[in-house]
């Protein structure tokens, strides 16, 4: 008898086991299932833009400390650090929503600079690509009744708005005050203190 009672008792513990495996593979099956593919391949590009933003931002840093330019080296910096979090949001809620984050080759970012000027115009140019990626993205969430994503990008949204707001009103000073020494030192100076 207790023989038969062993056997129950695996026998028990055996499909409480595999009912729990196999509701365990559904779930993951299913938050994996979240995201559809063609919204994680644009969540994945946009993850690497940003990643390259970071990159460039920093390169734009390096490239104004080199020149003298402070407050424009602290202000790049703020903001490649700022891109790295842009990144990373991205990257946690595509894991989170059962997707794979794929980090790919990421370009090197220019170098080399003629001016300052030159130096901000090419991130507010920057910038309004990222802008036109995160609407494309947005887009595709919408085609794709993906609300959930939809929402989320919203904070993105939001934030170029900002983004393509501050660098065009730095390019408006430079317009204001000209580009002689005097103008530049000010600007620079300003930099210092923008986010």
């Known amino acids: ?3 038969t009672k062993i056997n129950v008792a695996i026998l028990i513990w055996v499909v409480i086991i595999t009912t729990i495996d196999i509701f365990y593979f559904n779930f993951l099956q299913g938050k994996r299932k979240m995201l559809n593919q063609a919204i994680t391949t644009k969540l994945n590009e946009q993850i690497n833009l940003e990643f390259f933003s970071s990159n460039t931002y920093l390169q734009m840093s390096a490239w104004c400390s080199n020149k003298g330019y402070e407050g424009a080296a602290a202000f790049f910096l703020r903001h490649a650090d700022e891109e790295m979090e842009h990144m990373q949001k991205l990257f946690d809620y595509v894991s989170e929503t059962g997707g794979l984050p794929l980090l790919g080759k990421i370009e090197a970012p220019r170098t080399e600079y003629a001016t300052l000027r ?23 969430t919408f085609a794709n009744k993906d609300y959930s994503t939809f929402n989320f990008l919203q904070w993105y949204v939001a934030e170029q708005h900002e983004e393509e707001t501050l660098f065009g009103s730095v390019i408006d000073k430079f317009d204001i005050l000209g580009n002689d020494g005097k103008a530049i030192y000010l600007i620079d100076k300003e930099l210092l203190t923008l986010e």
């Open 118 to 140: 030159e130096v901000l115009e090419v991130a507010f140019e920057h910038e309004k690509h990222v802008t036109a990626k995160i609407n494309e993205l947005v887009e595709v």
């Open 1 to 3: 008898m207790t023989y």
